[in-house]
């Protein structure tokens, strides 16, 4: 479970990070990204929730919350108000917790293999994909430290 582990690590950061800055930063789009602060925190709520459950085919038909807007591929299409930032830092950790108590409970016990389409990993196992999130988390996680220095030259 140090894959977990990582990932709360590099989760608790982001919200210190989000914890830090005024609704304005988190909206703002550094001139040459697609994205903001905000819209990097609800991806990565939104992205281990649809690498673990949807894409190993666990639960294809799972509805993960706020999935169409942070999903791979999107970008912000409004200011997103402070009430969803505090969901989704709230999410952030929680839907962690989640998934351990069903990796406990045996719930990945049989995954279908994926390519990820941003490392292009493939990943055979729930193990794979919780080493992928952890990565994928820290990815982010730095893109949102390049942002910061962007916004506050």
């Given at each position: 479970m140090q894959s977990l582990n990582y990932a709360r690590v590099v989760r608790k950061k982001m919200v210190a990070v989000v914890d830090s800055l005024s609704l304005e930063q988190l909206n703002q789009i550094p001139v040459g990204c697609?994205?903001?602060?905000?819209?990097?925190l609800g991806h990565l709520v939104v992205s281990?929730?649809?690498?673990?459950?949807?894409?190993?085919?666990?639960d294809a038909a799972r509805l993960v919350p706020?999935?169409?807007q942070y999903r791979n591929g999107t970008k912000p299409?409004?200011?997103?108000?402070?009430?969803?930032?505090?969901?989704?830092?709230?999410?952030?950790?929680?839907?962690?917790?989640?998934?351990?108590?069903?990796?406990?409970?045996?719930?990945f016990?049989?995954?279908?293999?994926?390519?990820?389409h941003t490392f292009g990993l493939m990943l055979h196992n729930i193990d794979d994909v919780l080493e992928c999130c952890a990565l994928h988390?820290?990815?982010?996680?730095?893109?949102?430290?390049?942002?910061?220095?962007?916004?506050?030259?």
């Amino acid at each position: 479970m140090q894959s977990l582990n990582y990932a709360r690590v590099v989760r608790k950061k982001m919200v210190a990070v989000v914890d830090s800055l005024s609704l304005e930063q988190l909206n703002q789009i550094p001139v040459g990204c697609n994205n903001n602060i905000a819209w990097h925190l609800g991806h990565l709520v939104v992205s281990s929730q649809l690498l673990c459950y949807v894409r190993t085919g666990v639960d294809a038909a799972r509805l993960v919350p706020f999935a169409e807007q942070y999903r791979n591929g999107t970008k912000p299409e409004a200011r997103i108000e402070q009430s969803e930032i505090d969901e989704l830092k709230s999410s952030l950790l929680k839907s962690i917790d989640a998934i351990e108590q069903d990796y406990q409970q045996g719930v990945f016990g049989k995954t279908e293999a994926y390519t990820t389409h941003t490392f292009g990993l493939m990943l055979h196992n729930i193990d794979d994909v919780l080493e992928c999130c952890a990565l994928h988390d820290t990815l982010h996680l730095g893109n949102v430290m390049m942002m910061i220095k962007m916004l506050t030259k």
